[in-house]
């Protein structure tokens, strides 16, 4: 991301680019927990099955659930943040990190 320091870009410039395509409710959600950092990630993974059948899978990655707006927010460490309908979800799984 050479350069983009002189574009007025405030610090933390990858997290402003996936914060402004995140819903204003869930940019406040983040707000109220204090944001975000490393240790939120963890090795947890997270995976998600649509009611199509196709299904996606996020390493470093969890999810929080807002069941009035019927909204699913996803953060990944290293793939932004995203916003999925209950209603096209069949199945959504944190997945913890096996302990040797």
């Known amino acids: 991301m050479q350069g ?7 610090p933390g410039v ?18 109220q927990r ?21 299904s ?10 807002d069941e009035q707006r019927g909204e699913l927010a996803l953060f990944t460490e290293h793939c932004g943040y995203h916003v999925f309908r209950l209603g096209s979800l069949d199945a959504y799984t944190q997945l913890e990190p096996i302990k040797a």
């Open 14 to 31: 990858r997290e402003y680019f996936m914060l402004q395509y995140l819903p204003e409710h869930w940019q406040q959600w983040l707000r």
């Open 56 to 65: 996606a899978f996020f390493e470093y990655a969890f999810f929080a659930i």
């Open 4 to 10: 983009l320091e002189n574009l007025g870009f405030p």
């Open 34 to 54: 204090g944001g975000l950092s490393v240790r939120d990630f963890g090795q947890a993974k997270v995976h998600l099955r649509f009611v199509d059948g196709s």
